[in-house]
């Protein structure tokens, strides 16, 4: 009895501590089944821009998002422009970096296509929701959580031939669930007044950026590894290649 008490207590502790971790916010989920056929290794791995609608990204509502908002002179529509071009480039970059890591051939698209079959990675951003960061730093445990949705698909691309498609995958990132300031810091925000609560935003705006684009880099970290195991059920890395996805 005394075993299993340990066992539940630690299976406790460990969905705590996934709880207050950000990376367990971040999810990656294959849809449909990979391409049962082995296929060449290809001569490149293309990483396009992914796609993003400025009609899909909602900017921080808060007295932190607004104070950030006025002192870098942005309005809402630029905002929104920023966390369009944050996203994107956090996406693209950082899967670059790790499909370089599995000593793949890797480029941005936009480039000429690579001579033979080469694989196509293409990709839309459903959703990027700035939170409210002053939530996030005075009440913590997810409350105004960010967070970026994404949809992506592989295609091995062969010259003459239509693009056949591996794999697609749903992909979701939020931001952590790590404590705030308080209770009491929190009930003493919403009870100061307007100029104290000015303020406070200030403060908060200069913490740092809205988030998501660091909810992108996690997404796509943890859309590296997916795309890692695709790569090595086909046989062109070994699965000592393949990079952990960690608690994220």
Same mark, same amino acid.
């Given at each position: &009895?005394?075993?299993?008490?340990?066992?539940?207590?630690?299976?406790?502790?460990?969905?705590?501590?996934?709880?207050?971790?950000?990376?367990? @916010?971040?999810? $990656?989920?294959?849809?449909?089944?990979?391409?049962?056929?082995?296929?060449?290794?290809?001569?490149?791995?293309?990483?396009?821009?992914?796609?993003?609608?400025?009609?899909?990204?909602?900017?921080?509502?808060?007295?932190?998002?607004?104070?950030?908002?006025? &002192?870098?002179?942005?309005?809402?529509?630029? *905002?929104?422009?920023?966390?369009?071009?944050?996203?994107?480039?956090?996406?693209?970059?950082?899967?670059?970096?790790?499909?370089?890591?599995?000593?793949?051939?890797?480029? /941005? +698209?936009?480039?000429?296509?690579?001579?033979?079959?080469?694989?196509?990675?293409?990709?839309?951003?459903?959703?990027? @929701?700035?939170? @409210?960061?002053?939530?996030?730093?005075? $009440? +913590?445990? %997810? !409350? %105004?959580?960010?967070?970026?949705?994404?949809?992506?698909? $592989?295609?091995? &691309?062969?010259?003459?031939? /239509?693009?056949?498609?591996?794999?697609?995958?749903?992909?979701?990132?939020? =931001?952590?669930?790590?404590?705030?300031? %308080?209770?009491?810091?929190?009930?003493? !925000?919403?009870?100061?007044? !307007?100029?104290?609560?000015?303020?406070?935003?200030?403060?908060?705006?200069?913490?740092? =950026?809205?988030?998501?684009? *660091?909810?992108?880099?996690?997404?796509?970290?943890?859309?590296?590894? @997916?795309?890692?195991?695709?790569?090595?059920?086909? %046989?062109?890395?070994?699965? =000592?290649?393949?990079? =952990?996805?960690?608690?994220?």
């Amino acid at each position: &009895m005394g075993c299993g008490f340990g066992l539940r207590r630690r299976g406790w502790l460990l969905a705590l501590g996934c709880t207050l971790l950000a990376g367990c @916010n971040t999810r $990656v989920t294959p849809t449909g089944a990979p391409a049962a056929v082995l296929l060449p290794r290809p001569t490149m791995i293309v990483v396009d821009d992914f796609v993003i609608d400025a009609d899909a990204v909602r900017v921080d509502p808060g007295i932190g998002g607004v104070a950030r908002r006025e &002192m870098s002179g942005q309005d809402v529509t630029q *905002a929104q422009a920023a966390a369009t071009d944050a996203v994107r480039d956090a996406v693209r970059d950082t899967l670059i970096k790790s499909i370089a890591g599995m000593n793949l051939p890797v480029q /941005p +698209g936009g480039a000429p296509a690579p001579a033979g079959a080469y694989v196509e990675i293409r990709g839309d951003v459903l959703s990027i @929701n700035e939170g @409210n960061r002053t939530r996030r730093t005075l $009440v +913590g445990f %997810g !409350a %105004g959580r960010s967070s970026v949705q994404a949809t992506t698909h $592989v295609y091995y &691309m062969t010259p003459g031939a /239509p693009p056949q498609l591996l794999q697609t995958y749903d992909a979701s990132a939020e =931001s952590n669930r790590t404590p705030g300031l %308080g209770i009491g810091a929190a009930s003493a !925000a919403a009870g100061a007044v !307007a100029g104290a609560a000015a303020n406070a935003g200030a403060h908060v705006a200069t913490i740092g =950026s809205s988030d998501v684009d *660091a909810d992108a880099k996690r997404l796509a970290e943890r859309l590296a590894s @997916n795309l890692g195991s695709l790569f090595a059920q086909q %046989g062109w890395i070994p699965a =000592s290649a393949v990079p =952990s996805p960690g608690l994220r």
